[in-house]
């Protein structure tokens, strides 16, 4: 009796906490202010920049510049405009509605 409130307990708190997870999750793709943070967060990471004007993730995201900069490939995007359709999401797939790009610049380079 004892450990079926143990694991009563210890379930409704991990549920809680997804939850919250969740709804976190949500707010950082679906808002302009939650995607501001979400790419301060992504331009931490290494050979990353993005520089953010306005637009949600998830639906139309404006950005003023790009750029990826990996070992043999660097790429940089200048006024990048998307729309982006993530029902298709359920199908395993990404529909981009529009896709417009003042400036595109892929050099590759050997090792």
Do not use: H
């Not at 679906?30 to 637009?55: C, E, F, M, R």
């Amino acid at each position: 009796m004892i450990w079926r409130k143990v694991i009563y307990v210890a379930l409704s708190k991990t549920l809680k906490w997804l939850t919250l997870l969740l709804c976190l999750f949500t707010v950082l793709v679906t808002t302009p202010i939650g995607s501001q943070l979400t790419i301060s967060l992504v331009n931490n990471i290494d050979g990353i920049n993005a520089d953010y004007k306005a637009g949600a993730l998830i639906r139309d995201i404006e950005l003023n510049s790009f750029d990826l900069n990996l070992a043999t490939i660097d790429i940089k995007v200048i006024d990048l405009v998307a729309e982006i359709d993530f029902s298709c999401a359920w199908r395993k797939s990404l529909c981009i509605e529009t896709l417009k790009i003042a400036d595109f610049s892929l050099p590759l380079y050997q090792l």
